[in-house]
């Protein structure tokens, strides 16, 4: 198995893993596809322990920014959880940016039932405004498609 098969293996099976080459072959269209598939980084040898330290320092603040966001998008889709069925179509038509009349004539309902959603719904989402809602609904994996 070659090296980028491996890599795209280990991409498949755990996402949030931070690869390095580490090769004696350190050609630059190699490196090129490498880095495009995911590795953090393409050492070439001989390397001195310092350049080895170095990027397995950055794999592990990597990894722990990707945990982070794993964090994000855990507690995002737990807050979208909470929403009921009727929120829940607000809330993909507000994310998507439409305004409350067209919201209210979509649902078939009057445009201040759709303020009281959608305040329930910004409320539920911990979203002081439009642009932390659609990061709610980004970080959850829940980007709405058009409705």
Same mark, same amino acid.
């Given at each position: +198995? &070659?090296?980028?098969?491996v890599q795209k293996l280990l991409k *498949?099976? %755990? =996402?949030?893993?931070?690869?390095?080459?580490? $090769?004696? @072959?350190?050609?630059?269209?190699?490196?090129?596809?490498? +880095? #495009?598939a995911g590795a953090l980084d393409f050492?070439?040898?001989?390397?001195?322990?310092?350049? /080895?330290?170095?990027?397995?320092?950055? %794999?592990?603040?990597?990894? &722990?920014?990707? @945990?982070?966001?794993?964090?994000?998008?855990?507690?995002? *889709?737990?807050? !979208?959880? $909470?929403? $009921?069925?009727?929120?829940?179509?607000?809330?993909?038509?507000?994310a998507l940016g439409r305004q409350n *009349?067209?919201? %209210? =004539?979509?649902?078939?309902? &009057?445009?201040?039932?759709?303020? /009281?959603?959608?305040?329930?719904? +910004?409320? *539920?989402?911990?979203?002081?405004?439009? &642009?932390?809602?659609? #990061?709610?609904? !980004?970080?959850?994996? @829940?980007?709405?498609?058009?409705?």
């Amino acid at each position: +198995m &070659s090296g980028f098969d491996v890599q795209k293996l280990l991409k *498949k099976k %755990a =996402r949030q893993i931070q690869i390095v080459f580490l $090769t004696g @072959h350190g050609e630059v269209p190699l490196a090129v596809e490498a +880095m #495009r598939a995911g590795a953090l980084d393409f050492i070439e040898k001989p390397s001195t322990d310092r350049d /080895i330290l170095d990027v397995v320092e950055r %794999a592990c603040q990597a990894y &722990s920014q990707c @945990h982070a966001r794993r964090l994000t998008e855990a507690v995002a *889709k737990q807050r !979208i959880a $909470t929403l $009921t069925g009727r929120e829940q179509e607000v809330f993909e038509r507000v994310a998507l940016g439409r305004q409350n *009349k067209e919201v %209210a =004539r979509d649902l078939e309902i &009057s445009p201040r039932t759709v303020e /009281i959603y959608r305040a329930r719904v +910004m409320y *539920k989402l911990e979203a002081d405004n439009l &642009s932390e809602l659609i #990061r709610v609904a !980004i970080a959850g994996g @829940h980007y709405p498609d058009a409705v």
